[in-house]
């Protein structure tokens, strides 16, 4: 669920119940997805939800991207979501180092209408990126924390001029905010890295929103 308000100062709890009711109904596909992965796995809430779902969808409905790369897919609502709002023709690349989610992930896309779109690949995506000969529209970035700057640098390797990066996480429950994070904690210190990076890199431009967990708007100049 959104963690938008919050950040905002707003803290009415039905606001995000009223967002949800307020927003297209996710389709029974993902629905399914989202309380199975719920249900099945170790740390669901690493999944997207019906509203940054939809987001992704609308993004891509936006851009009218052609091919798109995500790094980090779970369970697959994010791959699922985003296809839905792909013209047809486009591919959406998406990296998952967890071979254990392999036939998981390969059973939800087989339902889905738009599976012709999505290609998956199992394994290590600094590995897997510098061998795709593509030249991407736009990347969402939702992989491990701590690897968020390797993740960009590799993207932005094929990522057109003109082309959009999503960093998903980017306020990390508000953590980026602590003056003094343990050694330990390489999450927050990966995301905080991560946003003073972005905001220093001159290759490109940058907006960082306060919605659902942060999300990092990039354009490559």
């Known amino acids: 669920m959104s963690n938008y308000f919050k950040h905002k100062g707003i803290t009415h709890p039905k606001l995000d119940h009223y967002v949800v009711d307020h927003t297209t109904p996710e389709s029974p596909l993902l629905s399914r ?3 199975d992965t719920y249900v099945k ?3 669901p809430r690493r999944t997207s939800d019906h509203l940054i779902g939809k987001f992704l969808e609308m993004i891509c409905q936006m851009l009218h991207p052609e091919k798109v790369l995500e790094i980090g897919t779970f369970t697959g609502y994010g791959a699922l979501a985003m296809a839905a709002g792909l013209p047809d023709g486009a591919e959406l690349h998406t990296i998952e180092i967890n071979d254990e989610l392999e036939p998981y992930i390969k059973g939800w896309i ?6 012709d779109k999505i290609h998956l690949h199992i394994g290590n995506a600094l590995a897997i990126i510098p061998d795709l000969k593509i030249s991407f529209d736009l990347v969402f970035i ?3 924390k701590d690897q968020y700057v390797d993740y960009y640098e590799a993207a932005l390797e094929k990522t057109r001029q003109g082309g959009f990066l999503i960093a998903d996480n ?3 429950s508000g953590k980026v905010l602590e003056t003094d994070v343990p050694e330990s904690d ?3 210190r990966g995301v905080m890295r991560f946003n003073d990076y972005i905001q220093a890199d001159q290759r490109v431009e940058n907006l ?4 659902f967990d942060g999300m990092m708007i990039i354009r490559v100049k």
């Open 142 to 144: 939702d992989g491990e």
């Open 33 to 35: 997805l989202f309380r």
């Open 110 to 115: 087989q339902e889905s209408p738009n599976r």
């Open 186 to 188: 390489h999450f927050t």
């Open 41 to 43: 796995m170790h740390h």
């Open 170 to 172: 980017t306020l990390w």
């Open 208 to 211: 960082l929103l306060p919605v």
